[in-house]
């Protein structure tokens, strides 16, 4: 099992020394390199947060090439709630020691997900002894939402972006995610964008850096 993770990064634009810290969560299939292209977008809202993007720590099973957080190859609940505690422990050393490299804690950490990659950004987010500064997330669900309410121990702010023509993950775990995390007292906004598949689009965007920079803008 890997006990370190690598990936593309993008520092600040401002050219200064990070003052905030965004880690970029892929899907599957896919590697880093999938979501840094989202560092120069955000930019103009994060000017002094760096951006890391790393690859996935396990060989994606249903593809040649990629990376993976966990299979998806047996899809009972029980199955990928597994693999996500697997790679939990994986990510949040990643996470510490990211943020003790660069004297930051966890106040000055987003994490941002992108379908498998909004899974892990929930479970771990919301997971940690010290809250983050936001979690977002596109394209993703919940997993295991009946153990949130035993396993919670932070409550940042958590934004849920979702294509109502997802047909990876259904627009039905949009509002059970949202009713999850109201329930247990995260303050948690959703966008539903109309017409959009398993994707980001230019206004998803554009939302989620300003959520984030309003996050950063309140610690």
């Known amino acids: 099992m890997p006990t370190t993770l ?3 990064r993008q520092p600040p ?3 200064r020394a990070p003052r905030q810290l965004v880690i970029l969560l892929h899907g599957l299939g ?7 292209g989202l560092a120069p977008e955000w930019a103009q809202f994060l000017p002094d947060a760096e951006f890391l993007s790393p690859d996935a720590p396990f060989p994606c099973d249903m593809a040649p090439y990629g990376r993976q957080w966990f299979s998806f190859q047996d899809r ?3 199955a990928i709630h597994q693999g996500v505690l697997v790679a939990a422990p994986i990510l949040n050393g990643f996470i510490d020691d990211a943020l003790a490299q660069r004297g930051l804690d966890d106040s000055k950490l987003a994490l941002v997900g992108f379908s498998q990659g909004t ?9 940690r002894a010290k809250p983050v500064a936001a979690i977002l997330g596109y394209s993703g669900r ?6 949130l309410a035993a396993e ?6 958590v934004m849920l972006v979702h294509g109502n023509a997802d047909d990876i993950v259904p627009v039905e775990a949009l509002s059970t995610a949202v009713a999850t995390l109201t329930e247990a007292n995260v303050p948690v906004r959703n966008m539903l964008r109309p017409g959009l598949g398993h994707g980001i689009d230019p206004v998803g965007l554009e939302e989620g850096g300003r959520f984030l920079s309003e996050a ?4």
Not at 30 to 36: H, K, V, Y
Not at 142 to 147: I, R
Not at 216 to 219: E, I, P
């Open 30 to 36: 896919a590697d880093g390199n999938d979501l840094i």
């Open 142 to 147: 919940l997993m295991a939402p009946e153990t």
């Open 13 to 15: 634009a401002s050219g």
């Open 216 to 219: 950063f803008a309140g610690v």
């Open 76 to 78: 009972s609940p029980a």
């Open 6 to 8: 690598t990936g593309p």
């Open 119 to 127: 899974m892990m950004s929930l479970h771990v987010g919301l997971r």
């Open 152 to 157: 919670i121990r932070s409550r940042p702010p």
